[in-house]
C-alpha cells in the first residue's frame, strides 16, 4: 500500500507534470486563433473545479482584432458621467449601430489604462484558466461584460435614429440604440466601458469610451466586518477596505476609539508555479489598503454602535452591531454554512458566480436583523475571487448587512489557499495563486501566526475547533498536534458541546478523503466531540453517531418528529455536510451508505440554538425559508 505522504507526493508531480505538457502544447501551431486548442478541451475536466470554463472566462486567452467594421456612426458613452458613488448602477449606451447582433456585448474594464488591444504574447501564461489560445484579450480581466441584447429592443430595433436625411427630407440612414445597466461597486480604480462584437468566443473591438469613470471618493472606509478575537466576547476586530494608506479611526460605544493598523499585499506576494498564476497576472487588481482595528471594553450579549474612517477619507455611516455570548454561558444562536461566493446583482457575466448566494445572503440578512443570531461561521471557499482579486469587493459588498453586525467567523477552504509548490497539503491550482495571502488579510482570525490558519474559540455553551483541511493535518504535524491539545483542554462543566469544524469532509455520499478519515476521526471519538461541520461538498447530509463508516448509534424520534441523538451515553460524532450556501448544487446519486440519514440539494444554511443541554440545528431552504431538515443533540 503506498504511503500518505508518497502518494501526496505523487500527486503533486503529476500536478507539475502536466503544467509542463501544456506548454509543450504550445509550441504546436494554431490553425484557428478564435477556438479553443484541443489541449483546452482535454483539460476542461482537469479545470472544472478550478476555473470552471466558460466562453467569458477564457477572453484572456483569445486572440483580439480590432473589428473591421467601417461605420462611421457608432458611439458608446455613459448616461451619467459623473463620479461614481461608492454604490450604484451605470447606464452604458451604444448608438449608431447599422445591424444589431447577438453577439454584441460590452464590458467594464478596470483599470481605465487596461491596454485593450494587446497585452503579452506567452500563451503559457494563461494555461492555468484551462485554455491555450495565442493571445490574452487584456492585460486585465473584464471585471464584468453583458450582452446588449439583454435590452429587450435591441436586436428588433425598436429605439431608431436617424443619422443621414435626403434632399426630401427623408431618413436615408437609420440606426440603432442599445442600453445595459451595470451595478458597480467602489473598487477604486477607475473604469472604462468597451464595445465588442463577436462575442465572448470571437471578440473584436468596436469602441470604447471616451473618457474613464473615476470613482468620487476612492479613499472611501467601506466593507466593514467583525470578526472575534477571543471567547470573552469583551472586544471585536472591524476589518474594512480604503484607498488610503494612512492608519484611520473606528468610534464606537460612549465616544471610544480606536487607531487601525494598515497591511496590503501586492502581486509579488501571490503564488506561481512554471507559469504565472491569474493572481500574479492578468486576474491582478490593487486591493487598496486593509485596515484593522480591535473594539476592547465591550460586554458580552450586548449591543453597540460604530463608525469607521477619518476626517480625512469620509466616515462609514453609524452600523449597529452585537457581542456574542462570552464562552461558558449558557445559549448560543449562530448561522453556519460553507462554499457561498457571490453573483452580480446586475445578471452580467462575471469570473466566477454562486448562483445561491443571493438568496442565501438575502435570507440571513433577515435572520440577522431579527435580532435571532449571535454570531455566523463560514467554513471555506469564502469569495470563490480564485485569483481574480476585484471579486473580493464585490464578495466584501454583498456580506456587508450580515458581516458587519455580528461576528463573522472562517475556515479556509481550497479555493482560498490551494496552490502547487505554496505548501498547501492538497496541490491543485484552486486559489489560481492566492495562496491565501488576500484571505488572511480580508478576514484576521485569531491563529496562531500567519499561514496557519486554525483556531479554537469559545461561545455561549460551545466550543468551536475550527482546522485548515488545506494544510497538513497527518500524526505529529504542527496542526495535528495543535487539534489534539486543544479539544483535549476544553472545560465541559463550561463549554459541555464541542463542535469540531474545516472544510473538506470526511463523510460524504460523494466521495471523501480516506486519509483524512484515518488520520483525525480517532481524535474525535477521543475527545468526545459532538457535532462535526464540512462544506465543500454543494449539498446538505446528515450522518448518524459515525464511525469508522459505522452507525455506532441512531437518533430517535422526539414529540415533534425530530431526530434526536442523545449524547449522554457517547457514542461517536453527529457529522454534516452545509455546503449549499451558493456554489452550483451538487446532486446525490440513488445509492446511499447506511450512515447517510439526509441528504438535501437546496440552496440554504443552517441554523444553530445550543443552551447548556440541547444542540438543535435547523437545514433553512433560502428561497422558500422553510426548514427542510430538524435534528437535536442532547445532553443530561
Not at 466558460?54 to 467601417?70: A, E, K, M, W, Y
Request: proline fraction near 6%; hydrophobic fraction near 35%; charged fraction near 20%.
Amino acid at each position: 500500500m503506498i504511503s500518505s505522504q508518497m502518494e501526496q507526493r505523487l500527486k503533486h508531480h503529476a500536478c507539475k507534470l502536466s503544467f509542463i505538457l501544456l506548454i509543450l502544447f504550445l509550441a504546436i501551431p494554431s490553425s484557428s486563433s478564435f477556438e479553443l486548442q484541443p489541449p483546452v478541451a482535454d483539460s476542461t475536466y482537469l479545470h472544472l473545479n478550478y476555473t470552471a470554463i466558460s466562453d467569458f472566462r477564457v477572453l484572456n486567452r483569445r486572440t483580439l482584432i480590432q473589428c473591421p467594421d467601417p461605420n462611421p456612426y457608432l458611439r458608446i458613452n455613459v448616461t451619467d458621467d459623473a463620479d461614481l458613488s461608492d454604490d450604484q448602477f451605470v447606464t452604458v449606451n451604444v448608438g449608431g449601430v447599422l445591424v444589431p447582433s447577438e453577439s454584441d456585448w460590452i464590458a467594464m474594464i478596470s483599470p481605465s489604462y487596461s491596454n485593450v488591444t494587446t497585452c503579452l504574447e506567452s500563451e503559457a501564461y494563461y494555461i492555468q484558466t484551462g485554455d491555450t489560445s495565442a493571445l490574452p484579450l487584456l492585460c486585465h480581466y473584464p471585471v464584468k461584460a453583458k450582452y446588449v441584447s439583454s435590452d429587450p429592443d435591441y436586436l428588433s430595433c425598436k429605439n431608431k435614429e436617424c443619422q443621414k436625411y435626403g434632399n426630401n427630407g427623408d431618413c436615408e440612414v437609420t440606426t440603432c440604440i442599445g442600453s445595459v445597466s451595470f451595478h458597480v461597486v467602489n473598487i477604486r480604480t477607475d473604469i472604462e466601458f468597451v464595445f465588442f462584437a463577436g462575442g465572448f468566443s470571437t471578440p473584436c473591438v468596436l469602441m470604447r469610451t471616451d473618457a474613464p469613470l473615476k470613482f468620487s471618493n476612492p479613499t472611501s472606509p467601506l466593507y466593514g466586518h467583525l470578526s472575534s478575537i477571543d471567547s470573552t466576547a469583551t472586544s471585536m476586530r472591524l476589518t474594512w477596505v480604503s484607498g488610503d494608506k494612512e492608519p484611520q479611526q473606528v468610534e464606537y460605544g460612549d465616544g471610544k476609539s480606536q487607531t487601525s493598523q494598515v497591511a496590503t499585499f501586492s502581486a509579488d506576494d501571490m503564488c506561481s508555479s512554471v507559469v504565472p498564476s491569474p493572481a500574479k497576472d492578468f486576474g491582478w487588481h490593487d486591493p487598496g489598503y486593509i485596515h484593522t482595528a480591535v473594539m476592547t471594553g465591550l460586554q458580552p450579549s450586548t449591543s453597540f454602535k460604530y463608525k469607521y474612517g477619518s476626517d480625512a477619507v469620509g466616515w462609514s455611516g453609524e452600523t449597529g452591531f452585537r457581542t456574542p455570548p462570552a464562552g461558558g454561558s449558557d445559549e448560543l444562536k449562530f448561522l453556519v454554512f460553507g462554499d457561498m461566493g457571490k453573483a452580480p446583482l446586475d445578471d452580467s457575466a462575471e469570473h466566477y458566480i454562486q448562483p445561491g448566494s443571493i438568496s442565501v445572503i438575502k435570507a440571513m440578512t433577515e435572520e440577522v436583523e431579527s435580532g435571532n443570531v449571535d454570531s455566523i461561521f463560514h467554513i471555506g471557499d469564502i469569495s470563490y475571487a480564485t485569483g481574480f482579486l476585484v471579486e473580493w469587493d464585490f464578495f466584501l459588498h454583498l456580506i456587508t448587512p450580515l458581516a458587519s453586525q455580528v461576528t463573522y467567523m472562517t475556515a479556509t477552504g481550497n479555493h482560498e489557499r490551494d496552490y502547487v509548490d505554496s505548501g498547501s497539503w492538497y496541490p491543485g491550482p484552486d486559489s489560481g495563486g492566492e495562496c491565501g495571502v488576500p484571505y488572511e488579510a480580508y478576514f484576521p482570525m485569531p491563529t496562531p501566526e500567519k499561514d496557519k490558519p486554525w483556531y479554537s474559540i469559545e461561545q455561549g455553551s460551545v466550543h468551536f475547533t475550527v482546522i485548515s483541511t488545506e494544510h497538513d493535518w497527518t500524526e505529529q504535524s504542527e496542526q495535528y498536534n495543535w487539534m489534539k491539545k486543544d479539544m483535549a483542554s476544553v472545560d465541559r462543566s463550561k463549554t459541555p458541546w464541542l463542535i469540531f469544524t474545516g472544510h473538506r469532509p470526511m463523510y460524504s455520499s460523494l466521495g471523501a478523503d480516506v486519509r483524512f478519515l484515518q488520520v483525525v476521526e480517532p481524535l474525535l471519538l477521543d475527545n468526545k466531540v459532538d457535532l462535526v461541520l464540512f462544506g465543500h461538498v454543494h449539498n446538505y447530509e446528515r450522518t448518524c453517531s459515525v464511525y469508522n463508516s459505522e452507525c455506532l448509534a441512531m437518533p430517535t424520534k422526539d414529540g415533534n418528529g425530530i431526530d434526536t441523538y442523545d449524547n449522554s451515553n457517547y457514542t461517536a460524532p453527529v457529522q454534516a455536510i452545509v455546503g449549499m450556501a451558493g456554489f452550483s448544487l451538487d446532486k446525490f446519486s440513488d445509492d446511499a451508505p447506511s450512515w447517510s440519514l439526509k441528504r438535501i440539494s437546496e440552496f440554504g444554511y443552517v441554523r444553530a440554538h445550543a443552551s447548556k443541554d440541547e444542540l438543535s440545528l435547523e437545514f433553512v431552504n433560502s428561497n422558500t425559508k422553510d426548514v427542510e431538515d430538524s435534528f437535536i443533540v442532547t445532553k443530561k
